[in-house]
């Protein structure tokens, strides 16, 4: 019987082995026909959305173990250095930190400034030039005026206005390095919403009595935001496969029930009983009373009553009892 139970078990633990090998060298189905160029018809439509190639390897059990135990070790590497600073050169890392991102007020508002310049002026006056296009007689002239116009705006405050603010106010480097690249990212929004949309209103001409179609100030205000450089009226918007109903609610709160008690647990066993009983050992403090059998609890009120007794006995005697001897005192 020894001998055939250690058989199987071999045979058992070979398969788990070989199943989990070939997970960690082989990719996903749908990431192996993706680079085959195998692609379903489904698969082939104009906007397909790909998830990232990581995220897909994090699905493998043995690639998520090794990605956590980078985490791990990322924090220890982080309190180490915060120990280390401390102790040996009397300051925390976080000194650096503080001076690297200094002057956040003069970043916040010369981002604002930016922004607003950035979501207004360039819009309107492509939407000003697009509705008088068809429209004037000299069209190169009113395209040349138009383009003075902006280049110059654009020159003076997305050009100068943000070197001069690093210049003059001496911007730590964080957040130098913030409002530059701001700068860059804002031209290069804007260049694209033009570059993008001024082709469409020289193609379409209007009939008589209708306006020009431009695109709706939404979908520019949502592009300087997406993270995207290239303008697009539209961009796809990937849907959950589950939308929100009372199953998905309820099966949400369930799955959460296992994550919420762990934490509970981890909660109450660190606090109350490590953290405590730590300080009443030092301490030499007698009473180590701070909770009861609360997990025999067959009533909510049973339960406040013994998971913190060390609350429980304040709100007893400073809430409970002096109320009572409030209420019986004569008015």
Not at 154 to 178: D, E, K, M, N, W
Not at 219 to 232: G, K
Request: aromatic fraction near 20%; glycine fraction near 4%.
């Amino acid at each position: 019987l020894k001998t055939k139970v250690l058989e199987q078990v071999q045979d058992q633990l070979r398969d788990i082995l070989d199943k989990a090998l070939t997970e960690s060298i082989e990719p996903p189905a749908h990431i192996q026909a993706a680079l085959t160029g195998k692609t379903t018809k489904k698969d082939s439509s104009f906007f397909v959305c790909f998830l990232l190639f990581l995220s897909e390897l994090f699905e493998i059990s043995h690639i998520r173990t090794i990605y956590h135990m980078f985490i791990a070790v990322l924090l220890i590497f982080c309190m180490s250095t915060l120990a280390v600073d401390y102790i040996d050169q009397g300051r925390y890392v976080f000194d650096m930190l503080f001076y690297a991102f200094g002057k956040l007020g003069t970043v916040t508002w010369a981002w604002l400034a930016m922004f607003v310049y950035t979501l207004f002026v360039p819009y309107y006056i492509l939407e000003f030039w697009g509705s008088l296009y068809h429209k004037f007689p000299s069209k190169l002239g009113l395209t040349l005026g138009a383009g003075l116009i902006l280049t110059a705006i654009q020159t003076c405050v997305l050009g100068l206005f943000p070197i001069y603010t690093v210049v003059h106010h001496q911007l730590p480097p964080a957040s130098r390095f913030i409002v530059i690249l701001e700068q860059i990212r804002f031209l290069m929004k804007a260049y694209s919403f033009i570059r993008e949309t001024a082709p469409v209103i020289l193609k379409n001409t209007p009939k008589e009595g209708e306006k020009p179609r431009f695109p709706t100030f939404s979908s520019y205000l949502y592009f300087l935001f997406c993270p995207t450089l290239i303008y697009r009226e539209f961009y796809p918007r990937p849907e959950t496969n589950q939308p929100f109903s009372k199953r998905t609610m309820v099966l949400a709160v369930f799955h959460s029930i296992l994550p919420g008690i762990m934490l509970l647990l981890l909660c109450f066993f660190a606090f109350l009983h490590c953290w405590l009983n730590l300080f009443g050992e030092l301490l030499r403090f007698a009473d180590r009373m701070f909770y009861k059998d609360w997990w025999n609890s067959t009533s909510f009120a049973n339960y406040y009553r013994t998971w913190n007794v060390v609350v429980h006995d304040w709100l007893y005697y400073y809430g409970y009892r002096d109320f009572l001897w409030v209420s019986r005192l004569p008015i």
